[in-house]
């Protein structure tokens, strides 16, 4: 049909996404990631808000706003709008100003909802035609993880919109079980791992995105977090699981209501069906619509086709160069907060009928 363009995730750079709460280590989790030998090739922008400094890492100003550390890394600082300062250091890369990168990494602010980010990362041709979202990290602080999700959505959204969850100040608690349970609650499909002030290897922090670093190939089962989802061959239309985020008296109504399930289908899908499922979505509980990953077998192509959005916003679909393996189900995941699997599967089977 020619609708959807080629996928070409792997010339992109991969641009890695690290928020979390106030206080939860994000900062500390950067400065060891960018003390590491196979690191040094990363371009890392910070919010000019930090809380904790970078500066004496800092060896050599290039101008104003960016800088390169002791280590070989390229870091500047959100000044004003984040696509500007991406586009900025792309700019100074292909002329020679700054030394070259082959990632980027963004830490936001303790506040931030990081699904701007991932929007602008998905869907603004100025900044998609050169750059994937690669990973989002999220850091959670066991000492003040609960208080905060409790009290705090901001604190939720960053952990269920996350691929990797890194629990900090482990040392400082004596158990993490029941954190680490009510994380699985609100995104059973992200990695979580505990980390020791920072310390990590980062080949277990990044390569969250389409393409496996390792494997230099696409890597669907991984990118839809199947793991998390136990039952391997759904009946067309009914979801692996539909996981809801544990709730009870102690609990704020912030995580009460996310949600996650896979809906699969056997049979091939038709393309204008699902624009149209997708769209009503969106315009009727695209605030609730936190996350969706797909991949389609639709009539008509041969390969398969890749869906991803976060809230209103969808990366334009990507056909694959092939199927990677011989599943061909149509295997779509949300992550949502108050919409149900239920309510998902009515609303195609509504437009379903309507066709």
């Known amino acids: 049909m020619g609708l959807f363009e080629t996928d070409r995730s792997a010339q992109r750079l991969p641009v890695s996404l690290i928020t979390g709460f106030l206080g939860s280590g994000k900062t500390t ?24 400094s970078l500066d004496h890492l800092l060896v050599e100003r290039v101008d104003g706003e960016v800088a390169v550390l002791a280590s070989g890394c390229i870091c500047c600082t959100i000044r004003s709008d984040l696509e500007q300062t991406l586009r900025d250091l792309l700019v100074k890369r292909d002329r020679g100003e700054i030394p070259p990168f082959r990632r980027i990494l963004v830490e936001t602010t303790g506040l931030a909802d990081p699904a701007p980010i991932v929007q602008l990362l998905l869907n603004n041709p100025l900044v998609s035609h050169f750059l994937r979202l690669d990973t ?11 208080h905060q999700l409790d009290r705090q959505y901001e604190a939720v959204k960053q952990v269920a919109l996350a691929d990797r969850l890194l629990i900090t100040k482990r040392d400082l608690v004596d158990d993490v079980g029941l954190l680490e349970l009510r994380l699985r609650q609100l995104n059973p499909g992200a990695r979580i791992e ?34 998390a ?23 704020h109504d912030h995580d009460a209501s996310i949600t996650s399930f896979m809906l699969a289908f056997d049979e091939p899908l038709d393309w204008m069906a699902v624009t149209h499922w997708l769209a009503h979505l969106r315009n009727a509980r695209g605030a609730d619509l936190l996350r969706v990953k797909g991949i389609l077998n639709l009539h008509g192509e041969a390969a398969p086709v ?17 199927w990677p393996d011989s ?19 009515e609303l195609w089977r509504a437009v379903r009928a309507a066709a």
């Open 327 to 345: 599943d061909r189900r149509s295997r779509i995941v949300f992550i949502t907060r108050g919409i149900s699997r239920s309510d998902v599967l």
């Open 229 to 251: 989802f136990a039952e391997p061959h759904a009946h067309a239309g009914h979801s692996h699981h539909d996981r809801h985020a544990h709730h009870d008296h102690d609990h």
């Open 194 to 227: 505990t980390v020791d002030h920072g310390e990590i290897d980062p080949a277990q922090l990044f390569g969250a995105g389409l393409i496996d670093p390792e494997k230099k190939r696409i890597d669907v089962a991984r990118w839809l977090n199947e793991h």
């Open 29 to 52: 989790l950067l400065n060891r990631l960018l003390r590491r030998d196979d690191m040094k090739d990363s371009a890392v922008i910070i919010n000019e808000y930090g809380e904790v």
């Open 136 to 146: 989002i990290v999220t850091t959670v602080d066991a000492v003040n993880a609960s």
């Open 306 to 322: 890749v869906i991803h959005g976060v809230h209103h916003v969808f990366h334009p679909p990507v056909a694959l160069a092939a």
